[in-house]
């Protein structure tokens, strides 16, 4: 969820761009006179409250963002502490925790999106003044709090289908749904009253560039030669147009077109015109996904036999198969998956998502007709054969899943809000330093 991702993301975008609001342990020998707040059990120190400060000024001055009063800063830093106080301090009551060698991995990963290594990565966060013990920290809180909103706010959210289904079919949401068309455009022109042979040489003429256009040729560059549109030397590009700018004729196509399709010859009271769509955007793109016929035998580990033994248990099929043998038969005899076994292996159209990763990305590397080496998911060793794939339009689903997310968001600020304030409600914080109230 993206919520749910939020932190995470903005480390993964940027090597600077923290929300750096930690918290540190205080030692009990914090003296008095240098604790600002304390939080149930914990203080938050000044020194703490300092470096913090500097890192969010740092931060904002990096994202050109205006930096308020001194005064008001502060307050709004110590606020923040005290929230991730108590979140890390439910974080514990829950049993919520992160590991050390997770938080490890969790960098080596970043550094690796960044295509550095650990230590060069390292070195890179010096340079910009980001201590990595402290960075560390950032990314192991992180990391909990991620799973602490996950068990404490997203797994009470339900969105149902009618829910989704009311805001679509709303005159509100119809309304804003628009979207716009990048289209490229070659216009073999004619005059107010063409004669016949006029026609149907601009006919000719646009019917020999549409195949050249289907057969590859650069279609910015067939505007720029033979175009008689205002936009022939731009390559034909008329930018992005909503629907209702478009000529009807062209609306009416372009709804049924998909990206780098070519449509033509389409005429106009101006002539026979060829277009390219180049992009959609908006909530009304036509959204497609590649559904597989896939087919498998499982094989188990168990105490009698090993990984290896059952790979090569699979390899011989494998070959029996090549050879000319049945695959449904060997699955009905030898599958042990209890539900495709008896159907031949046939595990039928599957949707991207439906399988485990390691099978879906074996799956998809095989083209129709074609069958993988042994294949490790956490159900055991699989062989894998494809035997077809097809596009399916999913724009209804694909739809309803955006206005599902865009009413999650609304939820999960509004639960987050209430628990956050729950939890503050159910704890003791007192602000120590007065200029900080």
């Known amino acids: 969820m993206k919520h749910l991702k ?41 020194t703490e409250l300092d470096k913090q400060e500097t890192l969010v000024r740092r931060n904002l001055a990096l994202s050109k963002t205006p930096i308020p009063a001194k005064a008001q800063l502060r307050k709004q830093v110590l606020q923040s502490l005290i929230n991730q106080t108590l979140e890390m301090q439910m974080a514990e009551k829950t049993g919520v925790a992160i590991s050390d060698a997770t938080t490890d991995n969790a960098i080596r990963n970043i550094a690796k999106r960044h295509q550095q290594t650990l230590s060069q990565f390292k070195k890179d966060l010096a340079k910009k003044g980001i201590e990595y013990p402290y960075y560390h920290q950032q990314i192991k809180y992180q990391l ?57 040489a601009a006919r000719k003429k646009a019917a020999q560039i549409m195949a050249q256009a289907k057969k590859g040729k650069n279609f910015q560059e067939l505007a720029v030669a033979d175009s008689s549109g205002q936009e022939a030397f731009k390559g034909g590009d008329m930018g992005w147009r909503p629907l209702e700018e478009l000529p009807e004729v062209f609306a009416l196509k372009v709804k049924a077109m998909k990206k780098g399709e070519v449509a033509g010859p389409i005429r106009t009271p101006n002539g026979y015109h060829i277009i390219k769509l ?13 559904e597989t016929h896939v087919r498998h035998i499982l094989l188990i580990k168990n105490a009698l036999y090993s990984d290896k033994q059952i790979k090569v248990k699979l390899a011989k099929m494998r070959k029996q198969i090549q050879k000319g043998a049945d695959f449904a038969k ?30 879906e990305k074996a799956m998809k590397s095989l083209k129709p007709g074609h069958m993988s080496q042994p294949v490790e998911t956490k159900y055991g060793w699989h062989l894998i054969e494809v035997l077809g794939r097809k596009k399916v339009d999913d724009t209804k689903t694909f739809h309803k899943n955006q206005v599902k997310q865009m009413i999650y968001e609304r939820k999960y600020d509004e639960k987050f809000q209430n628990w956050l304030q729950q939890m503050r409600q159910a704890s003791y914080v007192k602000i120590v330093d007065p200029s900080l109230k």
């Open 144 to 200: 909990t709090l991620n799973q602490l909103l996950r068990q404490e706010v997203a797994t009470r959210i339900y969105i149902s289908d009618e829910e989704a289904e009311n805001i679509m079919n709303s005159v509100a949401y119809q309304q804003q749904n628009h979207s716009q068309y990048h289209l490229e455009d070659i216009l073999m022109a004619l005059p107010d009253e063409p004669s016949s042979k006029e026609v149907a």
């Open 278 to 290: 180049i992009d959609v955007k908006g909530m009304a793109t036509t959204h497609y996904i590649d």
């Open 6 to 46: 939020c932190y995470i993301t903005l480390i993964l975008l940027s090597l600077i761009g923290l929300q750096t609001l930690a918290v540190a342990k205080i030692q009990s020998t914090v003296e008095l006179d240098k604790v600002v707040a304390i939080v149930n059990k914990q203080v938050i120190s000044k």
């Open 330 to 359: 060997l699955a009905e005899k030898n599958s042990q998956d209890p539900v495709s076994a008896s159907k031949g292996g046939d595990l039928g159209w599957v949707k991207p998502g439906f399988l485990t990763p390691p099978f």
